[in-house]
């Protein structure tokens, strides 16, 4: 808007933020490149005269508009937009007008999960998240392509022969309660038996499964459900 000043501004390669997509949906996080400006505009601007702007503009432009918020006769604006990996926050408050902008993306992986790692991240807490390990839809049955990770797994228990494991399966929420938990556990049984074939010696681990009732995510959109389902790799001593 002419006569807007900024007052700051911050980007990052890759970070998540707040778009909300209705009331009940206020905390949905995108990540992404993120861009964040915050302008101070002219006092005779007024935060629902510069957020209608702002809607219309990105109207124009081929946004959706997800959400919007108007308080107090217009002290106080909120908006969210998307078009395609674009997504769009806008909040303003008296003379403040804070954007913020993601391109949503999937996060570069820099570190390499292998057995080092792992042994090092069981060693500082006690315990490690593990994806890749796949299977059959609904099923104990590991999938091919899970080969390489469980072989990093073996890998890491081979050289660290002291340790006794709780092998905990985990999955999302797609599918009744009971189920899951007796199919998360049913894989982490499989889990097991594919590392005693590979020469680890199953005493040494127990399984578990606990279903969808300890999720790292929330279970409302398939990334959330992509990180809830995993396997735990969990020191008992």
């Not at 681990?205 to 959109?221: I, K, S, W, Y």
Request: hydrophobic fraction near 40%.
């Amino acid at each position: 808007m002419p006569g807007c000043t900024i007052l700051r501004c911050e980007t990052k390669d890759y970070a998540a933020a707040a778009m909300p997509r209705g009331k009940s949906e206020r905390n949905h996080q995108v990540e992404g490149q993120l861009d964040r400006t915050v302008y101070r505009c002219p006092a005779g601007k007024s935060p629902l005269e510069l957020g209608r702007n702002t809607e219309t503009a990105l109207r124009n432009a081929g946004f959706q508009i997800l959400f919007t918020d108007v308080y107090a006769g217009g002290a106080r604006f909120y908006m969210t937009a998307q078009k395609g990996p674009y997504w769009v926050n806008l909040g303003v408050v008296s003379d403040a007008y804070d954007l913020t902008v993601v391109k949503q993306k999937e996060m570069e992986q820099a570190m390499t999960a292998n057995a080092d790692g792992w042994a090092e991240q069981v060693k500082q807490t006690g315990r490690v998240s593990v994806y890749g390990i796949n299977f059959d839809t609904g099923k104990a049955t590991i999938r091919a392509e899970s080969e390489p990770v469980l072989n990093e797994v073996a890998k890491m228990l081979q050289a660290n022969a002291p340790w006794a494991m709780l092998v905990a399966g985990h999955t999302d929420n797609v599918g009744a309660n009971d189920m899951n938990l007796a199919l998360s556990r049913q894989r982490a049984e499989s889990v097991i038996a594919w590392l005693a074939g590979r020469g680890v010696d199953k005493t040494r681990l127990a399984p578990a499964g606990f279903g969808d009732t300890r999720p790292v995510a929330p279970n409302t959109d398939e990334e959330g459900r992509r990180k809830n389902r995993r396997v735990d790799l969990v020191k008992v001593y």
